[in-house]
């Protein structure tokens, strides 16, 4: 049965520091896996992953010691089933606002009678098609769920989400909370930044991890010294992207000389 080690540094107070990846591609995965973060997010929500490509990079992980946390495009439990089948472990859901809908997140992890996961082995990558011992007895324990809460409505029932039995952690999303404070396309604005921190604190007290995303290092340290257990310090577009537009400018420099 593989461990989750990304829940249980979670659970012992570990920080845990992440890179976001949406690129889709399983070897830029494998490439990623072997740098040294802690978990990588492969993106389902704002990239074009599917539940075969997903697969594909969790293939290209697993040799690494590296954990890898799915984002699902939704709180779908057909959707969530079929990412537990292929062996995902850790997830975070986004769009998360009342503890109702983090409770049928969690439910949809867990085999009945403590949740409604659909029952399969011999067809799952998750049992190692069946061979597994007891698996449906003990996958229970590896999964780790995380809500994303990223509107003020998340904000204002962040206690009650957090406190859910079941939910490892809270991410919040900088981008849709500022949207959601009609702040849009503004996620470093100082009040998106006092909001994340407040939660972070919250979530905190209530027990749980408290995770975020930001490309900024110096916010990314004080977001983890307040306590946030799971942080993403950057996205492997943003890192291509701003590398390849760096290396052409210092070569037109050069070519202009």
């Known amino acids: 049965m593989p461990a989750n080690n990304f ?14 990846v949406g690129l889709a591609d399983p070897c830029v995965v494998e490439m990623l896996a072997g740098a040294g973060f802690d978990w990588l997010c492969i993106d389902g929500e704002h990239s074009p992953n599917d539940v075969r490509t997903v697969l594909a990079q969790l293939q290209a992980a697993a040799p690494y010691p590296v954990q890898c946390i799915v984002r699902p495009v939704n709180a779908s439990a057909d959707l969530i089933k079929r990412y537990l089948d292929i062996g995902v472990q850790s997830l975070v859901v ?5 503890p109702q809908e983090a409770a049928r997140v969690v439910a949809a992890t867990r085999y009945p009678t403590r949740g409604h996961r659909g ?54 999303g900088p981008a849709d909370l500022a949207a959601s404070m009609g702040l849009l396309g503004k996620a470093g604005d100082a009040r998106v930044k006092t909001a994340i921190v407040e939660g972070i604190k919250t979530v905190t007290r209530v027990g749980k991890a408290a ?36 290396l052409a400018a210092a070569f037109k420099e050069a070519r202009s000389a």
């Open 94 to 98: 986004p769009m998360i606002e009342t």
């Open 211 to 246: 995770g975020t995303l930001t490309a900024d290092p110096a916010l990314a340290r004080e977001y983890l010294a307040l306590g946030a257990r799971f942080v993403a310090v950057g996205i492997d577009m943003a890192l291509l992207s701003r590398a390849a537009h760096d």
């Open 119 to 172: 029952v399969a082995s011999a067809t799952t990558r998750a049992s190692r098609w069946g061979s597994i011992e007891r698996y449906f007895e003990r996958s229970d324990a590896e999964m780790c769920v995380t809500v994303q809460v990223e509107s003020v409505r998340g904000l204002e029932n962040l206690e009650a989400i957090a406190s859910v039995e079941g939910v490892d952690g809270v991410f919040f």
């Open 7 to 20: 829940k249980r540094a979670l659970h012992s107070g570990n920080r845990q520091i992440g890179l976001w």
